[in-house]
């Protein structure tokens, strides 16, 4: 994730908080179970040989 998209989220979470705090946990979780998802969807990464191998 990049800065710009933590930082936004970090907003999100805290104007939440200040309405009803159980309701930013939740919504916490739920982002984090989405970024988690967003990184395994990823293709694993392919490492080459180096020169002479």
Same mark, same amino acid.
């Given at each position: +994730?990049? /800065?710009?998209? =933590?930082?936004?989220?970090l &907003?999100? =979470?805290? !104007?939440?908080?200040? %309405?009803? =705090?159980? @309701? &930013?946990?939740?919504l @916490? !979780?739920? +982002?984090? =179970? %989405? /970024?988690?998802? $967003? +990184?395994? /969807? $990823?293709?694993?990464? %392919?490492?080459? $040989?180096? /020169? !002479?191998?």
């Open positions: +994730m990049t /800065a710009l998209e =933590v930082l936004s989220l &907003a999100v =979470v805290y !104007g939440v908080s200040l %309405v009803y =705090v159980p @309701a &930013a946990f939740i @916490a !979780g739920l +982002m984090g =179970v %989405v /970024a988690v998802e $967003k +990184m395994l /969807a $990823k293709p694993p990464s %392919v490492q080459r $040989k180096g /020169a !002479g191998q």
